[in-house]
């Protein structure tokens, strides 16, 4: 099973298009794990575990292991996600982008050494710098398009005749870069009608959805802009609000924050297509 | 003394435009080195060693590096050329291009963890994903402008009103996100008309060519294009035809390879006010 059909699958099972975004800090952790070397590692588990039922996929942020020496837990993690939660894909967060042997060598960080079925990687440097990742056919590519951040406009919002810099971007992801069917856009939720432009363009492409929760994108606008007309075809990503919602219980906080995001989500979807497929 | 003045510093004491990047290969080193578990640090160090009185700065690529769960072996790498060859600036070649508190762990990964000098940065996300780097005024941000290989063209020659996209990333970088002096570019050496394009648009900025060496980007017409007034301005990166030069004998090729490298650019320097300023 390919990333994307493990994506589908997991929307269907869990009836869920959130994503649980992993961005550990230690500074909000509860006070018994300080003791505990691998405190991160225990915390992300903790989450994982409240959640899974919950969620369509979980996303680890690399950067927020690596600022702490952490990439051994992070290889933990997420061999602890393939066993107790099979069903769940699981993102590398890690927006990387280079070329040639480099492409390989972050490639190979990706799928061989953290197993992650799915990379973001960044457009900027173009199609070569893609094709290293496609060498693994079940593994998804998620391309930044549109992201959440006000200064995205900077260049995504240029005008490259008659169009905008990530409308080009997700031109040339479905007309191009997607041949082999392993690609994915991020759009952040913080711009819907942006979400509702790349839908156009790009058909059934799953879309990460970075945004809702602690950045303000508004749910009911990103759902609304971006699903599908089977009620999928976005992981919308969270991830301070569920995992700090209860800063003492975090898998309490969690799995709550997570129930009422879902919840939230599921009322924008088109709910009778949704439960004939579910 | 900040990446700027280092670099500057370094330009000058060493006769030198070249940087060497450390892209370590496990599959290339030399037999003797294979019973080691820090291989990767002692290949690097000799070819460190043999070529630190030639070059204006070192480049470990981080890929290279993660894929082979070598991060302590990288730390330990800068650590050593900081102490051994204070003078020489190392830049991180990592290509990070994240958001808010992201990016804020990016920053601390190569500053802090890495204690690098410099971090390439992808400037796709904008501004406000580069703010986080700058809050350390001693660091050096070097953002993708024209990258070395053709798919660089798909998004970076887009016309955005009258120019390409990487003009407005120079653009952009001069005008606004240089307002520290933290700032460079990379421009690759295979498209040496658009070396020259970015110099007219950012006045002395320090410009980061890869694509020399293996590559097969041309010295000559990558000086002419790039050099500033004072015959500097270039951080001319070879990494596997520096470090793969005798497969055998690693540190001896190494130091061949870069002593031809750094003549043959020195020949198109404006040799006069070169050795005024030396």
Not at 143 to 151: A, E, H, K, V
């Amino acid at each position: 099973m390919n990333f994307v059909e493990a994506l589908g699958a997991a929307w269907k099972k869990n009836d869920s298009l959130l994503c649980v975004g992993l961005d550990p800090d230690p500074e909000k952790f509860p006070a018994r794990l300080a003791k505990y070397p691998d405190a991160i590692f225990r915390f992300c588990a903790e989450i994982v575990d409240a959640t899974a039922d919950l969620v369509c996929a979980f996303k680890p942020q690399i950067a927020h292991f690596a600022a702490h020496r952490a990439e051994t837990q992070l290889e933990d993690l997420i061999a602890y996600i393939h066993r107790n939660h099979p069903d769940i894909p699981v993102i590398l967060d890690a927006k990387r982008g280079d070329i040639g042997s480099t492409a390989e060598r972050y490639a190979a960080e990706a799928f061989l050494r953290y197993a992650a079925d799915a990379v973001t990687l960044n457009p900027y440097l173009g199609g070569d710098s893609i094709r290293p990742y496609l060498a693994y056919p079940d593994k998804g590519l998620i391309l930044l398009c549109r992201t959440s951040n006000p200064g995205g406009a900077d260049l995504q919002l240029l005008d490259v005749g008659g169009m905008k810099l990530f409308e080009a971007v997700a031109r040339l992801t479905a007309a191009e870069w997607n041949a082999t069917g392993q690609c994915a856009l991020v759009v952040g939720a913080t711009y819907p009608a942006e979400i509702k432009r790349v839908r156009e363009i790009v058909g059934d492409l799953p879309l990460l959805v970075p945004g809702v929760g602690a950045q303000g994108g508004d749910i009911r606008a990103t759902v609304c802009a971006g699903r599908t007309s089977s009620g999928t075809g976005l992981i919308i990503n969270s991830s301070r609000a569920i995992l700090y919602a209860d800063r003492e219980n975090p898998a309490e906080g969690a799995r709550r924050a997570a129930c009422q995001t879902r919840s939230e989500i599921n009322r924008y979807r088109s709910s009778g297509i949704r439960n004939q497929i579910s």
